[in-house]
């Protein structure tokens, strides 16, 4: 699966994606993750999302805390919205957003009709990603301003080139 696109999440059938989003959850689980982890993770996202022209928000949370923000040209503050409103589907489900939707797609629903909780609060739109230490949510770290896939498929790319020691 590349890194750097969403399309080949989009080219599953919901089973395998689901099946292929909860691998890199446990892929991406951290032994520690702190403040300059933060740093360095949103960085990364900042510094690529202007380098390939991508106006996106960015954000990174532990818990309510916002420990990184940032925003490039072209975004705006629905990115800010969406970012809030992905980082509550994290924090309830502890799960990516994207893999939280792909969930009630392979139970035949959808997010919005199933899950009970009300759309100007909650989205289960790719982007958000959870920030696991050991298995258990410290917090997460969003794209926003993207096709949901493709902001899904940026935050595992920044979160893998920070494991590799690159971000």
């Keep these: 699966m590349s890194d750097t696109d969403g399309a080949p999440y989009r080219a599953l059938e919901p089973d395998e994606k689901l099946r292929v989003l909860l691998d890199e959850e446990r892929e991406l689980d951290h032994d520690a993750f702190d403040h300059d982890d933060a740093w360095a993770v949103g960085s990364w996202l900042r510094a690529t999302a202007l380098e390939r022209a991508l106006g996106i928000g960015i ?3 532990f818990g309510e ?3 990184f923000h940032a925003a490039t ?3 705006g503050a629905v990115n800010d919205a969406w970012l809030d409103r992905k980082f509550r589907v994290v924090r309830h489900f ?4 994207l893999a939280v939707r792909t969930q009630y797609e392979v139970g035949g629903s959808t997010f919005d009709e199933a899950a009970a909780l009300d759309p100007r609060q909650y989205q289960a739109a790719g982007g958000g ?3 696991l230490v050991r298995g258990m949510l410290l917090g997460a770290i ?3 301003g993207l096709e949901m896939h493709d902001d899904h498929a940026l935050v595992v790319e920044a979160l893998r080139a920070h494991r590799a020691g690159t971000a």
């Design 59 to 61: 954000a990174v949370s």
């Design 65 to 67: 805390q916002r420990v």
């Design 73 to 75: 040209p072209g975004s």
């Design 94 to 97: 502890a799960h990516s957003t």
């Design 129 to 131: 990603f959870p920030v």
């Design 142 to 144: 969003g794209v926003s």
